[in-house]
């Protein structure tokens, strides 16, 4: 038997460093329950709601004018991104927001004479319907499930498929807008044959096809086209799906002034933490061995946890400083000011490691007179073009401002927005046009094509 000494090396992780990390990613939110349950499990914590001292009035008048001036923006924004979200696919109808699809069928179901039984089928009926709004279970499935023939199954299935609204209960999205088309008095034969026969045809907008395979003019398609665009897809979509809405608490405030900008943390919604008195003095006492033991372990870890505190703040306070020293620009002049900028860049400044700066970001939000952003936001990728980097933001936005402006019966290629971008200085090339195309949910240009 031979003996050999080898040296290894291996990475340990400690519950202090586990810990470390997952408060880094905390939200404000987040952290200030966090602090709430800790306490609640360590006996020697005890925590205050935090309540402003004389020193930190300025500071809250600064953020309450902040607040104040950015609503108005916010608005904007939100205005902004529904359009954006509702110009997506088809129509997107909104639906009662504060009702659930589940309580608007039950409604519509108490005016009928059904047995116990039926009403038990509808029920799992109801229980089985996707984010959609379609029930896609064979009728067999739900006989045996429900221990019913199958014409009972089928017949509580159609009686499902005529409520509202329009399409609920679907099994496919051709027999949802055959539903809607049932009940529009505007639409006819023609777009229930293009529903039924041409979908694929209709979602590549090769109207012509269709028009030629129909046998009926290309101006007749094209408006039954329009008005099967007005269809809800999703007959789900805009009722309440159960999840709490989430309203975004800002980690960081940026305030411009004249002379430059204040970086504010916005720590005063998270609970001040400190250890109870007595428990140190109980433990400074000459008590029990095994309490004192127990009362030094909850103090360690107490002061273990403020230290994670603690170096979260400066950590987030370190990546706003960098960020608003790179990005001075935009919050001055606005988004279209946006620089490229990476995460590697952030860590080799701040003198952390890209994992750190990844986990800083998750759920932080930044606050600033250009309205509410995440923190990701302000890391756009980018490309070096002669002496100048500019940010794929940029980008974005000429590209979506070329396609606003073409001619829609001649929509540009992808080539030739890439010579387009090029006549802008943005050495784009075809690849990267379709990439971001496609990142901003704008059709190609064949799709985006308006016959009439």
């Known amino acids: 038997m031979s003996f050999r000494l080898e040296q290894t090396q291996k990475q340990i992780v400690s519950q202090k460093m ?26 020697v914590l005890d925590f205050d709601e935090r309540i402003p001292e004389d020193k930190d009035q300025e500071r809250l008048k600064k953020l309450e004018w902040l607040a104040s001036l950015d609503e108005q923006n916010r608005s904007y924004y939100q205005y902004d991104h529904e359009d954006a979200e509702n110009e997506k696919g088809m129509n997107n109808v909104a639906g009662p927001i504060d009702e659930r699809l589940e309580d608007v069928v039950h409604l519509q179901l108490l005016g009928g004479m059904y047995t116990d039984k039926e009403q038990e089928v509808f029920e799992y009926i109801i229980q089985c319907l996707d984010s959609r709004g379609y029930f896609t279970v064979p009728a067999s499935e739900v006989a045996k499930a429900n221990h019913v023939s199958l014409e009972m199954a089928e017949r509580c299935i159609a009686v499902m498929r005529d409520l509202e609204p329009a399409g609920v209960c679907a099994a496919s999205m051709q027999e949802c807008l055959l539903k809607q088309l049932e009940k529009r008095k505007d639409c006819g034969d023609l777009e229930r044959e293009i529903v039924a026969g041409y979908m694929e045809l209709l979602g590549k907008n090769q109207l012509p096809a269709i028009a030629k395979s129909l046998r009926v003019s ?19 979509q805009g009722f309440d799906n159960g999840d709490l809405m989430r309203y975004v608490i800002p980690d960081i405030t940026v305030v411009k002034f004249q002379d430059g900008f204040e970086i504010l943390l916005n720590d005063y919604t998270c609970p001040t933490l400190h250890i109870n008195q007595e428990y140190l003095a109980m433990l400074k006492s000459d008590c029990d061995p095994e309490v004192k033991e127990y009362l030094f372990s909850k103090v360690r870890q107490a002061e273990e946890l403020q230290d994670c505190i603690s170096r979260r703040s400066s950590t987030l306070l370190a990546l706003a400083r960098c960020i608003v020293d790179v990005q001075k620009d935009f919050f001055v002049y606005g988004e279209k000011s946006v620089k490229p900028f990476r995460l590697t860049d952030a860590a080799e400044r701040i003198g952390c490691h890209e994992s750190t700066v990844s986990r800083a970001l998750k759920d932080k939000y930044l606050q600033c007179c250009q309205g509410i952003y995440p923190l990701h936001y302000f890391f756009q990728k980018g490309f070096s073009q002669g002496q100048e980097a500019m940010a794929s933001l940029q980008v974005k936005q000429a590209l979506a401002e070329i396609i606003e402006n073409e001619d829609k019966q001649k929509p540009y290629s992808d080539n030739k927005l890439s010579e387009l971008l090029q006549e802008q200085g943005m050495d784009i090339s075809r690849r990267t046009v379709a990439k971001y195309r496609e990142e901003m949910k704008i059709a190609n240009g064949r799709e985006r094509k308006q016959f009439l």
Do not use: F
């Not at 290309?218 to 789900?236: S, Y």
């Open 18 to 43: 586990i810990q470390s990390v997952s408060i880094l990613q905390m939200s404000t939110q987040e952290l200030a329950d966090y602090i709430k349950e800790v306490t609640l499990e360590n006996p």
């Open 218 to 236: 290309l101006a007749d398609v094209v408006q039954a086209a329009g008005r099967i665009r007005e269809l809800n897809p999703r007959p789900a």
